[in-house]
């Protein structure tokens, strides 16, 4: 199965209301846990590197060796750049052959984020490559997390101008979630969702996947969310059953055994998220 770009992963999701996860990888042992587990399920996913990574990895080997595993892969896969912030990192996303990138400009004002977002997309497009963008602020670590977070919000009728004008194939909105861990209760805004949804025809996408509960995710999806970014809970559980290796008779078998026992966790969280997202295989062409 080749890679595929993130508008053929969502291309039925908004129809059939499911999401497709977005599984952030930072090394080969995180690589091949969501692999796997999307190879297990035989349903798409989509790998997730940070352009925040790109400095633990060296990336020309890496891609050399994700590319070709995935290509190799019985699922369909989406290669994705994930908080693209600047222009030149977004290039070099796509010379190392990602399939989809992520252009974050919410830092930006609001007219910054649509002249940035536009020539990202026109240079992406260009060579088959789909571009996320987004719009409000998704709240980063230890920040957020209650509703006085409202201001950084979407705004239902910028969301709508904010796709028209840009083109982009998918909108992170932000109605409640944070990045990392959650302080308290995640306060989740799915009102204001559903009317991003109703003026939006494109899949939206929400950041901050660790920590909601899985009706939670249910309900956001019934609400028009197609895309989810998982990495914080991935990466607790991988740490935790290290730990609990360790603590075991205060013995283990070595290296390899604490990497693969972290990868099977890997696996195992992501087939549980796969599951309750509803991911469905691809539709056929012309569906
Ligand atoms: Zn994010």
């Known amino acids: 199965m080749p ?18 996860g977005a599984f952030n990888i930072a090394n080969h042992v995180l690589a ?17 590197i940070a352009e925040a990574h790109f400095k633990i990895l060296d990336m020309n080997h890496f891609m050399h060796y994700l590319l070709d595993r995935v290509n190799c892969s019985s ?13 030149e990192n977004i290039i070099k996303a796509i010379h190392y052959g990602f399939s989809s990138v992520m252009f974050d400009g919410s830092n930006l ?14 240079i992406a497009h260009a060579a088959g490559i789909s571009v996320e963008a987004e719009l409000g602020y998704v709240a980063g670590f230890g920040e957020g997390g209650s509703e006085k977070d409202e201001n ?9 101008e904010f796709v028209q004008k840009t083109g982009i194939d998918a909108l992170a909105v932000s109605i409640g979630t944070v990045h990392g861990i959650y302080k308290g209760k995640p306060h989740l805004n799915f009102k204001l969702l559903k009317d991003i949804r109703n003026r939006v025809s494109i899949p939206l996408v929400l950041h901050g996947g660790s920590g909601l509960r899985d009706e ?3 309900k956001l999806i019934l609400c028009g969310i197609n895309k989810i970014n998982f990495f914080t809970g991935n990466s607790a559980a991988a740490v935790n059953a290290i730990k609990k290796e360790i603590e075991k008779e205060k013995k283990f078998g070595g290296f390899p ?10 696996k195992e969280v992501t087939e549980e998220k796969i599951q ?3 991911t469905k295989p691809l539709g056929l062409k012309g569906d």
Do not use: W
């Not at 890679?3 to 497709?20: F, H, M, P, T």
């Not at 004002?109 to 026109?122: H, L, W």
């Open 32 to 48: 091949e846990g969501v692999i796997q587990a999307a190879e297990i399920k035989g349903l798409p996913v989509i790998l997730n």
């Open 152 to 160: 950084i919000f979407t705004k239902p009728e910028q969301a709508e």
């Open 75 to 87: 699922a369909p896969i989406v290669v994705h750049l994930d908080h693209g912030y600047t222009y």
């Open 216 to 218: 939670d995710f249910k």
């Open 276 to 278: 309750i997202f509803g």
């Open 3 to 20: 890679l595929i770009n993130l508008k053929e992963a969502l291309k039925c999701s908004i129809d059939q209301r499911y999401a497709v």
């Open 257 to 266: 055994e604490l990497i693969h026992i972290a990868q099977m966790k890997i």
């Open 109 to 122: 004002s609001y007219q910054e984020n649509i002249d940035k977002t536009r020539e990202i997309v026109k």
